[in-house]
C-alpha cells in the first residue's frame, strides 16, 4: 500500500486562537505553582540569621537572607551574559 501525503487544511479561526492560549495557560500554571511554593517557604523560613559580609553585620529572616542571595546571584549571571553576548558582538 502506499500512503498518501496528508493535505493541510486551513485552520480555522477558533483553532488558531487555541493553540496561542496553551502556552499562556503553561505560564500561569507554572507561575502559580512557583507563588505557592515561594510562599510556602517564606513561611517555613522565618527563624533569625546572622549574616556577616565584610564590614556588614545584620540580622533578619533566613528567607530574607536566601530571597537576596538568590537575586543578587541573578542580577550577576544577567550582567556576565550581557557581557558576553556583548564581547561576542563586537568580535563579528
Do not use: C, H, Y
Amino acid at each position: 500500500m502506499t500512503e498518501q501525503p496528508m493535505t493541510e487544511q486551513p485552520m480555522t479561526e477558533k483553532a488558531t486562537k487555541t493553540r496561542k492560549d496553551r502556552p499562556l495557560l503553561g505560564r500561569i500554571i507554572v507561575v502559580g505553582a512557583v507563588t505557592v511554593a515561594l510562599a510556602l517557604f517564606v513561611v517555613q523560613n522565618t527563624a533569625d540569621t546572622g549574616l556577616s559580609w565584610l564590614f556588614f553585620d545584620a540580622t533578619g529572616p533566613l528567607w530574607i537572607v536566601i530571597v537576596v542571595a538568590a537575586v543578587a546571584g541573578a542580577v550577576l549571571s544577567e550582567m556576565l551574559g550581557w557581557m558576553v553576548r556583548r564581547s561576542r558582538r563586537r568580535r563579528t
